[in-house]
């Protein structure tokens, strides 16, 4: 799931079969199922900033209705549905320096960032929610089937969690799941945005970042931990998702 921030510039949202023009101050929303793309004239780009997310972050366990009636707001497809929220000034400021402030934890990463990025997530999602747009009502039958998806996809993504230090891959986790590997693979990034492949390269490289930090391990013993093959296939992807080195990394 998804929500977007325009820092600087204007582009074109194509959001399923919808067209959305997008200027500085923006705030975009798009829910687990729609395929989207954003469009820019060179002279004049477009900068965001994008919140990825998992269900399981708002709801994690088995028949929480009070958890898993706030993903509505993500999961909803009718007329009411609004991906660019008409927010009034002072509201767009809020959940503007609240994206900011979640940048910022996530690229100093000072003791506890993770709790802090999610408390300020939480606090994004609920100032969209108050907005009264984007309540909807839907029928109880859309309602069971949601919550079947979601428990669905988090059985999926806790799996993948537990056993990304192992030699999983698509094929084998398809078939755990009972699902023909191709549709798995569609599945899984309709549903999340995100390849299977890319999702356990961030997991393992996430786990690796916080093995160097810990300082007990050495950098091939961390490798083979993460779930790596080859130290050559460990720095291609440590370098994918940082940008930098292990080295440069632990120096910034």
Avoid at 1 to 28: C, L, N, R, W
Avoid at 66 to 72: K, P, S
Avoid at 173 to 195: C, E, Q, V, W
């Amino acid at each position: 799931m998804e929500i977007s921030y325009v820092t600087q510039g204007a582009g074109v949202y194509e959001i399923e079969d919808k067209v959305f023009p997008v200027h500085t101050g923006d705030i975009i929303i798009i829910n687990n199922v729609e395929r989207h793309r954003v469009t820019y004239d060179p002279e004049n780009p477009l900068f965001e900033i994008v919140l990825h997310f998992a269900p399981l972050l708002i709801w994690s366990k088995d028949k929480n209705s009070f958890d898993h009636r706030y993903l509505n707001l993500f999961l909803y497809e009718g007329a009411s549905f609004s991906n660019i929220p008409p927010l009034d000034e002072r509201t767009r400021k809020t959940i503007s320096r609240l994206i900011m402030d979640i940048k910022k934890e996530y690229q100093t990463r000072p003791l506890g960032f993770e709790l802090m990025i999610k408390s300020k997530l939480l606090t994004v999602i609920t100032y969209l929610i108050r907005t009264s747009a984007l309540r909807e009502e839907t029928s109880p039958d859309t309602h069971v089937a949601r919550r079947k998806n979601i428990a669905r996809l988090e059985e999926i993504l806790v799996y993948i969690r537990e056993n990304s230090s192992e030699q999983i891959g698509l094929t084998d986790t398809a078939a755990r799941f009972k699902m023909n590997p191709s549709y798995f693979s569609d599945y899984f990034h309709k549903n999340l945005g995100i390849t299977f492949t890319d999702h356990l390269m961030h997991l393992r490289v996430q786990e690796a970042i916080r093995l160097l930090k810990e300082g007990r391990m050495s950098t091939t013993e961390i490798v083979y931990a993460c779930g790596f093959n080859t130290a050559a296939s460990f720095y291609r992807a440590f370098r994918k998702v940082t940008s930098v080195n292990p080295g440069e990394y632990m120096n910034t």
